[in-house]
């Protein structure tokens, strides 16, 4: 069985300021991550993957995370947030093996304050 | 070209009655998944579809909930006589195909809510 923890129900931040969403998660096999994020009103998108390789990745949008296995942790992290990037972000977890459907955590509300 | 879309948006029902929930995945989509995002909670995975097919049903909470797929396209998540808990906004997503490598699209969701 696979679980993932996301520390943070509510993260705060001024606008511009850096920000650290913490995401955790358990499995005994290997892999693979997920961030989505949830726009006001509409539906979830993907924002970046890990699968294998490179444990740092980033998305198009200035947002990156990196996998760290001996913490099994996968931190979504930014420099210099924009009012924009307030939403609910979502971690998953899947097996290689599994069926790939991924298993959520319950999400962090990030709010964007000017 | 157009997402996944999903009716209605909102959806309030007196409980004991029973209500269909739509999903139209985009073209081409072969495999459809249904989730439940609860208050707080993250998303719980409901059932996929392969085609028209239902491989994994194994997160359908109870007996009162069912899934179909026609023509490999259009899916309809039915709930028999409603109760309070659940309430939920209920996510469709689909893919090209089944595996990691397919990025799953969402819908906007359905809003329920059993009074």
Not at chain 1, 77 to 94: L, M, N
Not at chain 2, 43 to 48: G, S, T, W
Not at chain 2, 50 to 65: E, H, I, V
Not at chain 2, 97 to 115: D, I, K, M
């Amino acid at each position: 069985a696979q679980s993932v923890t996301q520390l943070d129900s509510q993260v705060p931040v001024f606008e511009e300021a850096p920000v650290e969403l913490r995401c955790n998660y358990s499995s005994s096999v290997s892999v693979y991550l997920f961030w989505y994020v949830q726009y006001p009103n509409q539906g979830l998108q993907l924002l970046l993957k890990y699968l294998s390789g490179s444990t740092l990745v980033e998305s198009i949008n200035g947002f990156e995370a990196e996998f760290n296995k001996s913490q099994t942790s996968f931190h979504l992290r930014k420099p210099s947030v924009h009012i924009s990037d307030t939403a609910e972000y979502f971690c998953a977890v899947s097996n290689p093996g599994g069926s790939y459907i991924p298993t959520f955590g319950r999400g962090t509300s990030l709010i964007v304050h000017p | 070209g157009a997402g996944v879309s999903q009716s209605p948006s909102n959806k309030v029902t007196e409980k004991g009655k029973d209500v269909e929930l739509r999903c139209d995945p985009i073209s081409g989509h072969t495999a459809l998944y249904w989730y439940r995002q609860s208050l707080g909670q993250g998303l719980e995975f409901l059932i996929y579809f392969q085609g028209n097919s239902a491989p994994d049903k194994s997160g359908l909470p109870s007996d009162r909930f069912s899934a179909e797929r026609t023509g490999g396209s259009v899916s309809t998540l039915t709930i028999q006589r409603t109760q309070q808990e659940d309430s939920a906004v209920y996510l469709c997503a689909s893919s090209l195909g089944q595996g990691v490598s397919y990025e799953q699209y969402f819908g906007p969701g359905t809003r329920l809510t059993v009074t």
